[in-house]
């Protein structure tokens, strides 16, 4: 048996002029999250597209736990699941109804259906919404739901592309725990994103795409340690001072800061304490007030910046 759930080597993609696949590598280990990185228009969905079988890479060749995509696509079909970016249930069922047609349609007979569908609603905290139409569901039930039917027979390998686009932060994090309940079980996922920290919670490798390449691969700490900076990560005690911050910072320590999700955050690279203690000495001089400050190793993000000269969501096009 194969040590590996995914192997691929040199996948190459075009649409017209466009290589929107250029050269993929991939070795994914069996039993664990393995995180490909990149903005909208990296590569990520179509690299998922060609190793689930949906479309025939123009150039290389890819194996599902042993089994050639081309080749064996029925094999490959039987071993892995997809959860693409839009929802694949019936919205004018309710939930219990997609998961009973979906078993009977994966050869379950009607009492074991029935059964598998209130097992899976159970497990995604659906049971309450069972009876509804999934049209009045909200986006994380949903989700949540679209997942539960990736499941119905659960897979050896299963495919997340952007799993968690569009929710709120506490039906990420139910998410985020069924993805680990799913590998606790044994089940491979590769999960596409350009969620930094969705990857740096959940992934136990990753694999940094942009423009249709690989550009770096490993651990969530061997990447922010390729970096070899430390970061200095602040908070504003005023969030409209953002713009002047970041211009103090960015002379001051030498590099582009980082903004997070808080408006009063922010983060910058930083050779070593001194240079820290110089950029938060000019904040003060600048009249710009900080709240608290810390300082750690990079975060993905800044990774990412590093690697590739912008962030993870600068770009917009198909992913």
Same mark, same amino acid.
Request: proline content about 5%.
């Given at each position: ?45 179509t690299t998922i597209r060609m ?60 009492? &074991?259906?029935? %059964?598998?569908?209130?097992? #899976? /609603? *159970?497990?995604? $905290?659906?049971?309450? !919404?069972? @009876? ?64 930094l920290d969705e990857a740096d ?9 942009d423009h249709g390449r690989v ?12 970096? &070899?900076?430390? %970061?200095?990560?602040?908070? #504003? /005690? *005023?969030?409209? $001072?953002?713009?002047? !911050?970041? @211009? ?72």
């Amino acid at each position: 048996m194969t040590t590996h759930a995914i192997e691929a080597e040199g996948l190459v993609k075009a649409f017209g002029t466009t290589r929107a696949v250029d050269g993929v590598d991939l070795r994914v280990p069996r039993g664990a999250v393995y995180g490909v990185l990149g903005p909208n228009g990296a590569g990520k969905t179509t690299t998922i597209r060609m190793l689930a079988t949906l479309i025939r890479p123009d150039e290389g060749r890819a194996r599902i736990m042993g089994r050639d995509v081309v080749r064996e696509a029925d094999a490959v079909r039987g071993l892995m699941s997809l959860t693409g970016q839009l929802a694949s249930v019936d919205e004018d069922l309710t939930g219990r109804e997609n998961l009973v047609l979906l078993a009977r349609l994966l050869g379950f007979r009607g009492r &074991g259906a029935r %059964a598998r569908a209130t097992e #899976l /609603l *159970d497990a995604f $905290d659906l049971a309450d !919404a069972a @009876e509804r139409q999934v049209k009045h569901y909200s986006g994380g039930m949903r989700r949540r739901l679209d997942i539960a039917a990736s499941l119905v027979v659960t897979p050896e390998l299963l495919f997340l592309d952007e799993p968690t686009t569009g929710l709120d932060p506490r039906s990420r994090l139910v998410v985020w725990d069924i993805v680990r309940a799913l590998v606790g079980e044994g089940t491979t996922v590769l999960l596409c994103t350009q969620y930094l920290d969705e990857a740096d919670q959940l992934a136990a490798r990753i694999a940094v795409i942009d423009h249709g390449r690989v550009i770096a691969e490993g651990t969530p700490g061997q990447l922010k340690a390729s970096v &070899g900076r430390a %970061a200095l990560r602040l908070r #504003l /005690l *005023d969030p409209s $001072d953002r713009p002047a !911050a970041e @211009e103090v910072l960015a002379r001051v320590a030498g590099a582009q800061p980082v903004p997070d999700g808080d408006p009063a955050g922010l983060s910058v690279p930083v050779p070593d304490s001194g240079r820290a203690a110089a950029a938060l000495s000019a904040l003060d001089a600048a009249g710009v007030g900080v709240a608290d400050f810390a300082l750690g190793q990079p975060s993905l993000d800044e990774v990412f910046l590093a690697i590739t000269g912008h962030h993870a969501e600068d770009e917009e096009a198909d992913g």
